[in-house]
């Protein structure tokens, strides 16, 4: 028989269940102790119940365990519209006007009927958040600045700014 198909013991099946109920809770060794296995040899045990070449049976066990939990918590947009429609019903009939409230906003935004919209204002701007008009000025700029090393001729930095300059004229002119 293999040992990945080989019938678990009462403390395996205990520990496993501990295990993934006070998962971060309790240490592993602790875990051990709660499901019986004595003090001294607490920590060996668990090190061996949660190594796969080692238990392999009790390593897909806990695997079980937490893929059931997993489906018995999942959430889904419908299962969570249904809970908070429950929610604002109970809210009715016990007279809780705030939390009916919110349970209804929540099912806004669940559909998409809310949208949380925050703008940060920030005076350091990246390069992404230019327009394209405040790029070309930043272009020209740099161009300027660091002709002498990026061998940008005077005359065509010169040409640059003047074909900007018109290109705001003439938005402005057509904007107005």
């Given at each position: 028989?293999?040992l990945?198909?080989k ?9 496993s ?5 006070y998962?971060?809770v309790?240490?592993?060794q602790?875990c ?9 040899s ?8 949660l190594n ?9 066990y ?9 489906t018995?918590?999942?959430i ?15 809210a ?16 806004g ?23 394209e ?5 930043k ?11 990026i ?5 065509a930095v ?9 290109e705001?004229?003439e938005?402005?002119?057509g904007?107005k």
């Open positions: 028989m293999e990945i198909n019938p678990l013991t009462e403390k395996q099946k205990k520990f269940e501990i295990y993934c109920t998962k971060g309790l240490s592993n602790e051990a102790v709660k499901a019986g296995y004595a003090k001294d607490a920590y060996a045990r668990a090190t061996e119940l796969p070449k080692i238990c392999p049976h009790v390593v897909k806990i695997h079980e365990i937490e893929e059931d939990v997993k018995k918590y999942e889904s947009k419908d299962s969570h519209m249904a809970e908070l429609w429950r929610i604002r019903e109970e009715k009939n016990k007279n809780q006007t705030l939390v009916r409230l919110r349970a209804e906003e929540l099912r935004k669940l559909m998409g009927y809310y949208v949380d919209k925050k703008q940060t204002l920030n005076v350091n701007k990246t390069l992404h958040d230019l327009t008009e405040e790029l070309k000025q272009q020209i700029d740099i161009e300027n600045r660091f002709s002498h090393f061998e940008v001729k005077d005359d010169d040409k640059r700014l003047e074909e900007y300059q018109t705001k004229k938005s402005r002119n904007k």
